[in-house]
């Protein structure tokens, strides 16, 4: 038995989402069925509102509302110091911590050979430019600790470096709580070379 047409558009648009296969698209589907109509109509009005307000800064490439977003507006911001993420997401989870005080810039991705992503592809050439100004003395590399991240990490480094500008890694290892007999080696690997005097 087939569902009826709206019902299986509705599925179809929710396995569009990353992780969403067919059986939890089919549970999500039947149950916008059940919700009442002033939430499906706010959650259709968020949706198109994510794609209608939201566009990337141009100076750094974070989601925002307005032109330069307002990390890049903000005058009393570190100028001397850029972190380098890969998504808006990162400089959000970055923004948490209350901690960093300096300007960001989001690559929107990491260089992947075997997905044919190149430096064409995600946002150097505008890192690159911010390099210009005389201000900046530190590049923080935050990508993530996979292998396309460490890639672009180093990419970034051999690019910046020859500027003389600082290029700095965030740490890697084992998480505050964790186990040394759970963890992989990749992973104590990172954390032996990370290690500090106390």
Excluded at 12 to 18: A, C, F, G, N, V
Excluded at 33 to 40: A, C, G, L, S, Y
Excluded at 129 to 134: I, M
Excluded at 165 to 189: F, M, N, P, Q
């Amino acid at each position: 038995m087939q569902y009826p047409e709206p019902i299986a558009k509705l599925i179809d648009s929710y396995m569009k989402l990353p992780g969403i296969g067919q059986k939890t698209a089919t549970r999500l589907a039947f149950y916008t069925i059940d919700m009442k109509d002033e939430i499906v109509n706010e959650f259709a009005k968020s949706l198109l509102s994510v794609k209608r307000d939201l566009h990337f800064c141009s100076i750094c490439g974070n989601i925002t509302e307005e032109d330069p977003c307002p990390i890049c507006s903000d005058q009393s911001r570190d100028r001397s110091t850029i972190l380098v993420v890969e998504e808006p997401k990162d400089v959000m989870a970055m923004e948490k911590m209350r901690e960093y005080h300096g300007l960001y810039h989001v690559l929107h991705g990491v260089l992947s050979p075997m997905e044919g992503t190149g430096p064409e592809d995600i946002n150097v050439p505008s890192l690159l430019e911010r390099l210009h100004d005389d201000e900046v003395k530190e590049v923080i590399l935050a990508t993530n600790a996979t292998t396309e991240g460490e890639a672009t990490a180093i990419y970034l480094s051999r690019l910046i470096k020859p500027a003389g500008i600082k290029v700095t890694r965030l740490a890697h290892g084992l998480s505050v709580g964790s186990d040394i007999e759970y963890a992989d080696e990749v992973t104590l690997l990172k954390a032996v070379e990370g290690r500090r005097e106390l």
